[in-house]
């Protein structure tokens, strides 16, 4: 029976650890995964948020120097503009080849400007043949920008006063044309940044192009502009990897870089070092439907987070961040936090199996109490100390021990009285049923010997009376000798009934008495199977 009780006890202690581990299992399982989403989620939270300000910063810096570019160029513009009109008018009604250099370079220091080009169409080409720089004469901006390019499509229409379509132009109208500060394509040795205008009078076939050096401006608008704000934001937030201000529309039409007088470049500011074949689709895409579009690249080592934020101006804002170094805090939270939890999960296991062997234990102790009272050990007792439920349990179990043994021991008791007196009933009943059986059978042989003597007597006297003469007397008197004869017949036949009756009814009580001995006997000898206290 211990035995069979420990295999029990084992298997149920190993169904709860089996389930408590199932449980930490399932806990841990779905905190992780919780977790894991919570840090995806914040991540990528977090990771917008910081490509956003930046982007926001970059987005204000482009503004503030477009803004103030435009300003600049504008007025510059207009200056040109205003300094190509009285030229045109210095010049008068002469013919192209009545112009010297001399005369032109004169005219350029007299108004301060950088130099002067007359461009002149020749063989269907557009040629300097005029010019204060000697690289200008024969520049041929056919050959340079090609026919189709929106450049020469602008000189083209302005040396024949078609109507003018605005590209990139910073200032256009029906007989001028103003280009944004370029390099010159002319003179490719020495770095210098132009602002070029073209005018064209109402009565002149050729076009009058005053140059100014724009060094300074160029050089201002760097100074102040989106790359000074990606530099400082590189430094300050070492979250940032790279950024860049890119042309989506160069992206998708890569010619428009074939222009070199075009300002269009696929990089305007900043380095996209990282730049994959799937970046160069999602531009071309965002030329077209321009939004807000952010994945996770992985590349090697590295893994980015790119963001690609359209503005306005048709721009986009491209910040590539540090993944790792912007996951990394939460994901060392995270695993403090699955560490953390992992340890409570364990403690408490510990703590439960701990406090589950302790109540085990106690139901342990009451089952093998109801063990040995199953065995009909009345003497025994459980003890649990601790308080509570399996307290009040093992108190009544005890409770009821006791109960049970007193009982035991007053039915006990009980039947060593009925076996008593039992054995004095049957003594007695085995003496009274010698004495009546002895009475009975002298009253019966009495009752007989009576009987018989009257009879005789009775014989004796009809046979007397039938001597006499008969009589209604004597009829009477022999009437009433048959009527006593039948009466001490029936006397006689009674006591023998009686004495039966009477030797029946005591054999019964001394079985009666026999049987209650052996039933007493029995009772007694279970009681005593019992231990009792």
Avoid: C
């Amino acid at each position: 029976m211990e035995k069979i009780l420990k295999e029990k006890n084992s298997t149920l202690q190993k169904q709860f650890v089996t389930r408590m581990l199932i449980v930490l299992i399932i806990v841990l399982s779905f905190s992780g995964v919780i977790q894991y989403i919570y840090l995806s989620k914040q991540v990528q939270s977090n990771v917008e948020m910081e490509s956003f300000k930046v982007s926001t910063s970059i987005e204000q810096g482009l503004q503030a120097t477009n803004a103030a570019s435009k300003a600049i160029e504008h007025q510059l513009d207009l200056k040109l503009k205003l300094i190509a009109e009285r030229i045109s008018e210095r010049l008068g009604e002469r013919q192209v080849e009545e112009i010297t250099n001399e005369e032109l370079s004169a005219i350029s220091k007299e108004f301060g400007i950088a130099g002067i080009t007359l461009f002149k169409e020749k063989n269907d080409d557009i040629l300097g043949v005029k010019s204060t720089s000697p690289t200008d004469i024969g520049f041929s901006f056919k050959q340079l920008l090609g026919e189709q390019s929106p450049g020469y499509q602008s000189l083209y229409n302005l040396l024949h006063r078609k109507e003018m379509v605005q590209t990139y132009e910073t200032y256009i109208d029906e007989n001028t044309v103003v280009l944004p500060i370029a390099p010159s394509g002319s003179n490719s040795v020495t770095p210098t940044f132009f602002k070029y205008g073209y005018y064209i009078a109402d009565d002149k076939d050729y076009i009058l192009n005053p140059f100014i050096e724009a060094n300074e401006v160029y050089h201002f608008t760097q100074e102040v502009g989106p790359n000074t704000w990606i530099e400082t934001v590189l430094e300050s937030n070492k979250n940032v990897v790279e950024m860049a201000v890119l042309s989506p529309q160069v992206y998708a039409n890569p010619a428009l870089m074939n222009d070199p007088t075009s300002p269009y470049k696929k990089i305007e500011y900043g380095e996209f070092e990282s730049e994959m074949e799937k970046d160069n689709q999602l531009l071309v895409n965002l030329a077209e439907k321009p939004k807000r579009t952010s994945y996770i690249d992985k590349q090697g080592e590295h893994t980015y987070y790119k963001m690609f934020i359209p503005t306005e101006d048709g721009r986009v804002i491209y910040v590539g961040l540090d993944y790792d170094h912007l996951s990394a805090p939460l994901k060392n939270m995270s695993l403090f936090l699955l560490a953390f939890s992992l340890i409570s999960l364990v403690a408490l296991f510990i703590l439960s199996t701990r406090f589950f062997s302790n109540i085990y234990k106690n139901i342990q102790v009451i089952i093998s109490q109801i063990k040995k009272l199953e065995s009909g050990d009345f003497t025994t007792q459980s003890e649990v100390k601790e308080k509570g439920e399996l307290a009040n349990l093992s108190a009544s179990a005890n409770k009821m021990t006791t109960t049970l043994s007193n009982v035991l021991k007053d039915t006990t008791k009980q039947a060593e009285k009925v076996q008593t007196l039992s054995l004095d009933l049957k003594a007695e009943a085995d003496e009274s049923v010698e004495k009546v059986y002895a009475i009975s059978l002298d009253l019966t042989s009495k009752a007989r010997e009576d009987a018989f003597e009257i009879n005789d007597f009775l014989e004796m006297l009809e046979e007397k009376l039938s001597k006499l003469p008969r009589t209604d007397e004597i009829d009477t008197i022999l009437t009433r000798i048959g009527e006593v004869r039948t009466i001490s017949s029936n006397r006689a036949a009674s006591a023998t009934e009686i004495t039966i009756t009477l030797s029946d009814l005591m054999k019964s009580l001394q079985d009666q008495s026999v049987e209650l001995s052996e039933i007493s006997s029995k009772l007694f000898g279970n009681m005593y199977q019992f231990k009792l206290k």
